[in-house]
């Protein structure tokens, strides 16, 4: 699932929609163990779109040679962006907070500012809604106002993501793996592991 995951990105830095779709279907389906597989690529779908209207800001707001206006891009009408991660949140069944908390990661990724608490609110809420976990994470006593682990590990890959090297790739899938170890074992703690294929 890391490994697709990562693929599913590099699809996207190529510019193959059908083949970005692909590879995040391989993991929707797998982490979202409660929807059929339709559902789920109407989520995976969704996320693509949001990750191309994305791609269309940056492209109006940025000069001949590639550099983004960081002022222009904040003040881009991200709506569009919104409404996908939206369509993707009422697909899987998410707190509707997901959407407004990608689009600002990704325009805060874009503008220099704070996108990381933004990515792991955003993430936090994938995870609760993947494990069906409304509470996640259970921490005994202290650092009660984090994330937990798993949301963290997630944007360390998107940070290794940005590197943009071969070692970064394999380190991000190393990094992600428990992520995804973590949503297996909690479908297999519901009994729902025989409701989805694994890789063998």
Request: proline share 4%.
């Amino acid at each position: 699932m890391a490994e697709q995951l990562c693929r599913g990105f590099r699809a996207h830095d190529d510019r193959d929609r059908d083949r970005s779709i692909e590879a995040f279907f391989e993991v929707d389906r797998r982490q979202f163990a409660h929807l059929d597989d339709a559902t789920a690529r109407t989520a995976t779908t969704a996320y693509v779109d949001a990750l191309w209207a994305k791609d269309a800001l940056e492209a109006d707001c940025s000069a001949a040679d590639g550099t983004i206006d960081t002022e222009a891009i904040a003040r881009a009408d991200w709506a569009p962006v919104e409404r996908c991660f939206g369509e993707r949140a009422a697909a899987v069944g998410m707190n509707s907070s997901y959407a407004r908390d990608s689009t600002a990661a990704w325009r805060r990724h874009k503008t220099g500012e704070d996108y990381w608490t933004a990515f792991l609110r955003a993430q936090t809420a994938e995870l609760r809604a993947a494990v069906q976990d409304p509470a996640y994470p259970h921490k005994p006593n202290e650092g009660l106002s984090g994330y937990g682990p798993e949301p963290v590990r997630y944007v360390l890959g998107v940070e290794l993501h940005d590197m943009h090297t071969e070692p970064h790739w394999r380190q991000a899938v190393r990094a992600l793996t428990p992520y995804y170890a973590f949503v297996l074992n909690a479908h297999r703690e519901r009994g729902l592991l025989n409701e989805i294929a694994l890789p063998s």
